[in-house]
Structure formats: C-alpha cells, structure tokens
C-alpha cells in the first residue's frame, strides 16, 4: 500500500518480473490529521497488508479495511472502521495491521465495547468485539 495525495493505492506486483498485476485505489482525505512531524512526513499507510488464503486484507491510514481477491483484485468486501464502527480516530491516522486466525481478520477499532473486532474473512460481517 501506499499513498499519495488525498488517495491510497493497493499495489500486487509480479514478484518474478516486478511488472503490476493488478491496482486499486481508494480516497483517503487527510484533514484534520497531523502527517508532518518536524521535518518527517508520516504519510500512511501505517499498516501491513495481510495475505490469508485467496486474500489479501488491507487497512488504510482512514480506517478503510478491504479485502481483494489477491490474484485479480477484485474487492471482496469493505468497511470503514471510523464511520461505519465509530471506531477511535487518532490524529496520525489508522495504524493498526490485520490479524488473521482461523476465518477471522482481527483489527482494534475503538470506541465502547470494540476496542477490538473481528470480521469474517470471507464476507466482512462482524463477528464479535470486545472492550478491553
């Protein structure tokens, strides 16, 4: 992943030959986040991509988590952890990356009672959350 702009991209690049596969992009508007720090832009993304099985699960510094189908890119599924969830919203942006167990991509979210989620991998429902 990685961003530039007021947008975030999702790159898959043929590891043999470095030609891209496939690219999504998706908005990302930053205001009201702090992304310069002296002399040091901290621009997201912040987090990992996560490959679990056909899957590749992203997180972008606005709290958009979305699953691709990793050989097309197809996009699977969506949620926005900040509207949809109310989940905290820091001033660096999203940073958290997924974690994957069993059918399940795990992230922090935020807010009363999700201080932690987990969402289907196949669909994006949620699962459960919990308050830590």
Known sequence: MYSRGEQEFVVAIDRAGGKTIWEKSNPAPTTGLILQVEDFNVRGPHSTPVIAGDLLVTVGLVGRMQAFEKQTGRVVWSNDLWREYGGTRLERGYVCSPLVYKNLAI???????????AFDL???AVVWKKQT
Do not use: D, R, S
């Open 107 to 117: 992230v922090t979210v935020g807010g009363p009672g999700q201080a932690l989620m």
């Open 122 to 124: 196949q669909t994006g």
